[in-house]
């Protein structure tokens, strides 16, 4: 079924793209290769002509010239050309200088959270149309359908199929951590509600938990200017419904998640924990929650569920200065409703890489991507070579020996974890994840449907044009107010005071655009299900 869904989902584009001037077949003179319409694949691995492909890419490995390159370089005759991003603050600049110029755009480009600018690319023929490829190489697709037939469907548009998702997150992919040591030291149970987790949190702060007579520690920590850090009293003020941003209720309502009571309730909440010490001051600035880890100091943190495998470079470096010290996963705590939720992801993938036009061979260029797919090549590619970079326990167990972001990786330039984002497998090609990972994953994804019911995702964001032209305000008010009440600076007192003032930036506005467009597409992507299971 999977299959014919993806056929018919490619045979409502494919008439236009096949027409597009971003097709796969490309003048001789223009450098480009010309290929004759066929139905059948090319063979990849056998191109008499060395290809240069040029690919854009910011997490993973990006040095240039390291091992994984030389093997995809001589898998696949290719001369690639590695342009690392200079960092998520700067990353969309480049990109768009990239794009913008000819003679600098990339053969791959790889981007996030930029759909204004991918609808221009499309508009302008910058991206070439690869559903015609979707049908003859099949590896991601085949993958993304497994993990949600939505995922293509929100990668797709009206005329062709001009992105490749990225990276898609599992359905749920973070979980409450706690210091078991230091429950333990203060004689402490593990807290199962909102409450007995703030009392955990002042112990912590103030009742020198790991016993060195310093005042050093907080109770709290996590990723600095990021609401997901405050998730526990998020989803356990009122009904959950406090979330920071748009939201769709049972009955088919669209509310604005920070003008409800409960986000009023988990702000006055957080202000005063804040307020009190119990809180790492960074919080309130762009910190890391990776590099926030690892120096530790706090004792509890709401975030990624892969630091539990043995591999991460992130607990590592922790451990590595806290030899006795003890992180564990635990249940997301219960609030006022009773029904604790973990946060959920999207269906939609987070980041997209796309084939432009100025790449010679579109269909090889996507045909290598795919091959790359397959679970043997992309365990090679994600944890490098077996004995040397991971060991195979032979009881469906792996060790990770020289992880991606290890020392050895760089100081030898293996390149493991090469092009991190440009496809990437949760299943069981992820031998990172141990059986209690794996399990954990699959815990907190049945534990976040309730308030992934909710969640709202835009299949075309740029469509929302009364959004668009006033959200950026509406956003930056939320902003400026939330984070001046949790840091101190401003006081729930003038809540009423600031839900006037959203309201006067035109809220209102934005959600009857919501219930009008997003409504309709909930119609469409539920007429799109009924076809997939049938």
């Not at 018919?8 to 008439?15: I, P």
């Not at 973070?174 to 009392?199: C, S």
């Not at 989803?235 to 939201?247: E, K, T, V, W």
């Not at 020996?401 to 330039?413: F, K, L, R, W, Y």
């Amino acid at each position: 079924m999977k299959r014919r869904m993806m056929a018919l989902l490619l045979a409502g584009v494919m008439g236009v793209g096949m027409m597009s001037g971003c097709g796969s077949s490309k003048s001789a003179d223009s450098g480009k290769v010309v290929r004759e319409e066929s139905d059948e694949p090319i063979d990849v691995l056998n191109q008499d002509e060395k290809m240069k492909l040029s690919i854009v890419c910011l997490q993973g490995y990006t040095q240039p010239d390291s091992e994984m390159q030389k093997w995809m370089e001589d898998r696949y005759n290719l001369d690639i050309d590695i342009i690392a991003l200079p960092g998520w603050s700067d990353a969309t600049s480049k990109i768009s200088l990239l794009m913008g110029d000819e003679t600098q755009r990339p053969d791959i480009i790889w981007w996030w959270n930029m759909e204004a600018d991918y609808t221009k690319w499309v508009d302008a023929g910058l991206l070439v149309d690869i559903s015609p490829y979707m049908k003859k190489y099949t590896n991601m697709v085949d993958y993304y359908n497994s993990v949600d037939p939505g995922v293509m469907f929100y990668a797709s548009g009206d005329n062709g199929i001009y992105r490749i998702p990225g990276d898609v997150a599992e359905p749920a992919c973070e979980t409450l951590w706690i210091r078991k040591d230091w429950l333990d030291n203060l004689g402490l149970a593990v807290p199962t509600t909102l409450d007995e987790l703030e009392d955990c949190l002042y112990k912590f702060t103030f009742d020198d938990p790991d016993g060195n007579g310093v005042d050093d520690t907080y109770g709290w920590n996590g990723d600095g200017y990021d609401y997901r850090t405050f998730w526990p009293w998020i989803q356990g003020s009122g009904d959950g419904n406090g979330r920071m941003d748009f939201l769709r209720l049972e009955d088919g309502s669209y509310i604005y998640g920070p003008t409800t009571d409960d986000c009023k309730e988990w702000l006055g909440r957080v202000a005063k924990l804040y307020a009190d010490g119990v809180i790492d001051p960074s919080i309130i600035t762009d910190t890391d929650r990776d590099e926030e880890m690892a120096n530790g100091g706090f004792g509890a943190t709401y975030s990624w569920v892969s630091w539990n495998n043995p591999s991460s470079g992130t607990m590592q470096s922790f451990y590595a200065s806290n030899p006795d010290a003890e992180w564990i996963p635990i249940d997301m705590v219960s609030g006022d409703n009773g029904n604790p939720q973990d946060e959920p992801a999207t269906i939609a993938a987070w980041c997209y890489f796309g084939i432009t036009n100025v790449c010679s061979d579109p269909e090889r260029a996507y045909a290598i991507f795919d091959d790359m797919a397959t679970p043997e090549n992309w365990i090679h590619k994600k944890f490098g070579v077996e004995g040397r970079d991971y060991k195979d326990n032979g009881d469906g167990t792996y060790e990770i020996i020289n992880p991606g972001d290890g020392a050895v990786n760089t100081e030898q330039n293996l390149g493991i974890n090469l092009f991190q984002d440009l496809f990437a497998r949760k299943d069981a090609a992820n031998i990172a994840n141990t059986e209690e990972t794996t399990e954990l994953f699959e815990k907190v994804k049945e534990n976040s449907r309730d308030a992934y019911a909710k969640t709202i995702e835009k299949k075309n964001p740029d469509a929302y044009t009364v959004n668009n032209d006033l959200g950026t305000d509406i956003g930056d008010a939320m902003k400026e107010y939330t984070w001046g009440v949790i840091g101190g600076g401003k006081s729930l007192d003038d809540w009423d005071s600031y839900v006037d003032k959203i309201n006067g930036l035109g809220l209102q506005d934005v959600l009857d655009e919501l219930k009008e467009i997003h409504g309709k597409q909930v119609e469409d992507y539920q007429k799109y299900l009924e076809e997939y299971n049938k």
